[in-house]
């Protein structure tokens, strides 16, 4: 930068005078933010033969201005005979510079004299550009990133070592806060959490630091910012400070057992809250192997809890930034199963010893069953009784109360006839169930027996059944049996070979097949069932020996409904050009990748987009949920594209299922958008839907 400057002009006769200016710096203050300079200006003949010159003075004039103020004005005598040098006038004083320290200096002069035919006066202005006085002090900083809660060192570095600073921090446009005074030099400052109160849905941001600089209690200059990146750390997440359950079984409740596995259903409560500006975004249940995810702080179970023991019960809360929190207690759950029978077998005996005795009349059934005792809160009964097959009396022969029993009991008396058949029942239940097993004790053993009267023929046990061959015995046929009538089978039937049957096989116990089922020719045949009213309905229908239908009799018949159960359902379709599976419902691992135009509403300061996607099938099993872009969005409102008029992503979503048919999405930006806040808007969505 320039500490001098200098001009000269000519003036009189063929311009043979000079007139020059200098402009001298002898220093400067930053202090006062003035430079002191020196403002000379003279005159010279370039030759001996002009030579003007007035020694009057009152006939000769000098001025001189300086930063717009005429610093001379007077009048002296001027000789420049012999080339001597006039000197018009000097000026020696302080000029300010701006409040930037940045100062031009212009200066003027004039002079005139009388009594000369060669010189009468001349002019002559002259300017520099003031070294720049260093002023309002420029922060720098000690990294360009830092997390909230950490120290960032601020650098301060005065122009003058005795000037002060305040120092302050904003978010955006908003209004400053002051956090340091009367600071002259580096500063650590450590940064307050209560700053990720402006970025409630981000975990990182910008702010701006500013510094003020005074000289005693005068501000030099105005505030000089630089930009800082900040980050949330992980330790801002929300808080479930209290998780509770309770019984929604009204019958349980009442019960007064405690929690009980398969029959208890639970009411989770929790109390959650965001973090520095944050909110909850998502929550997820899980008790024991059962989870479960909504979006607010309770959950009902619908359905009883699986697991028993010491069973944990953790509430898991998102909050806006995506960061998460978890609490956890312990519930105790007392095992449940239904009255287990798992042994029972029943026979004739001789007498009240059990003499073993294939024709006794004596009693003799082996028992073992268990209930779940509920800490001995449950009720455990069991009863045995029999009655004549074909009879719908049942006489007891003994009972009790017990959660486990394992034995064998004979009766005290001679209770079955050796020509009779019987069913010995064994039933055992608690407070809630029963469960029960028919036995069949058969007539006294007989190699041959008849009743001509009854036209009643027995092998291997009394006859008994009137109009029929009865066998007791296992059979073996080795050559061709034909069954023109009905067949009734009330066992088991093993065919090691082919069975042709022309008429209707009737059986209420169960047929096993180690091999293939074959139907020939069904047309216009079908499977049928009789239902608990009697009334017969096709359960399997071939209606033109090639199409099937099954639940054909309860859909004409509009009687009764179709169950489909299993772990997992899938349709199986073979009519296009590749096969298909096609499973009724989404569950967890499935995805779907969706284009679709829909509509929404912006909030939160036009971060978030708020928009629900539904879905042409239900999803099962309480699954996760999660969004990624594929295209992403295209986004309208008022007639005009939010961003860009193309697709955009995004910085991150959140999603839950709604009422197992619909897909909530928020979509989130960490700085605001061009959108009309809390409005509504119009959404082009390619997204993917994944369910875990």
Known sequence: MATSAKNETTCGYNGHYHLYMAIKVNSQNASTNQSNVTVTMYAQSDSSSYGAYNLDASGNSVKMTVNNNQVISKTMAMDFRNRATVNLGSWTGNISHGADGKKTLSCSGSF?????????????????????????????????????????????????????????????????????????????????????????????????IGVNTYNGSTQIGGTQTVNLNITIPASAAPSVSSVSVSECEQ??????????????????????????GSWITGYRFDVGSQSYTNTSSSYEMQETVRDAGTVAVRVTVTDSRGRTASRSITVSILPYSVPQITGFDCSRCGDAKGAVNNSGEFLKAYMTFSVSSLNNNNTGKYKLEYCQTGASSWTAVTSGDSY????????????????????????????FTSSVIVREVGTAVR???????????????????????DVALPAIFRKNVSIYGDSGI???LSVSGNAVVNGTINTDKDIGTYASMWFNNPANHSIFVTLNDGSQIEAVNWHDGNNMSIGWGNYSLKKGGLCLGGVDIVHRISATANNVEYRPYYRRGDS????????????????????????????????????????????????????????????????????????WVIAFWNN??????????????NIRITFS
């Open 112 to 208: 005139s004299i009388s009594g000369s035919s060669y010189l009468s006066n001349g002019s002559i202005s002259c300017s520099i550009v003031l070294d720049q006085i260093p002023r309002a002090t420029k922060p720098t900083l000690s990294a360009s990133t830092v997390a909230l809660s950490s120290a960032a060192t601020i650098g301060i570095a005065p122009a003058v070592s005795s000037w002060t600073h305040n120092l302050y921090y904003r978010v955006g446009t908003g209004s400053w806060t002051r956090f340091a005074t009367g600071v002259k030099a580096n500063y650590a400052w450590t940064l307050p959490l209560a700053i990720a109160d402006n970025f409630p849905s981000a975990t990182s941001g910008t702010i701006t």
């Open 251 to 276: 019958l349980i409740e009442t019960f007064g057992a405690g929690y009980i596995q398969g029959k208890s259903r639970f009411l989770v409560k929790s109390s959650v809250s965001g973090v520095y």
């Open 404 to 431: 486990n029993y394992s034995g064998t009991f004979i009766s005290s008396a001679a209770l079955l006839n050796s020509a009779n058949s019987y069913q010995v029942r064994l039933t055992v239940w608690d407070s």
């Open 447 to 469: 190699l041959l027996s008849y009743i001509v009267k009854k036209t009643a023929l027995a092998i291997g046990k009394f006859a008994e059944v009137a109009n029929a061959f």
């Open 592 to 663: 779907i990748d969706v284009r679709m135009g829909t509509a929404g509403y912006v909030t939160s300061g036009t971060k978030e987009f708020y928009f629900a996607i539904p879905l042409g099938k239900p999803v099962v099993g309480n699954p996760s949920v999660s969004i990624s872009s594929i295209n992403g969005l295209i986004m309208r409102q008022n007639s005009k594209y939010i961003i860009k008029a193309d697709w955009v992503q995004p910085d991150r979503y959140s999603a839950a299922v709604r009422d197992n048919n619909a897909i």
């Open 672 to 685: 605001a958008t061009n959108a009309a806040n809390n409005s509504p808007v119009g959404i082009d969505a």
């Open 490 to 492: 009330s066992g088991g």
